[in-house]
């Protein structure tokens, strides 16, 4: 998954120490063999990847999804305006 960064510590508290540069998961393959990767920033892309991953049987595969850096679930998104009170720096 690239989002970015770290996107649960980023609903919590945003600040530039969770950026970080974005892996190439996909490409994981040309360091450890035998593996299929899949590069999916679109869901059209995912969907595809996945049906790819799932019909191929003789080797793993990983799929590296591009995510919005803001994206998170309302769960998530409850939890962090709990944690934020208890956050120093929190607003």
Not at 60 to 77: C, G, Q, T, Y
């Amino acid at each position: 998954m690239v989002n970015r960064g770290y996107n649960t510590e980023r609903c919590i508290l945003e600040d530039s120490f969770n950026d970080i540069s974005s892996w190439r998961f996909d490409r994981l393959g040309k360091v450890f063999g035998s593996l299929n990767g899949y590069d999916a920033a679109t869901e059209e892309a995912f969907e595809e990847a996945l049906i790819n991953s799932l019909n191929n049987r003789t080797m793993p595969s990983i799929i590296n999804v591009h995510l919005s850096a803001d994206d998170a679930s309302s769960a998530m998104k409850r939890l962090a305006e709990h944690w934020k009170s208890r956050v120093k720096g929190g607003n």
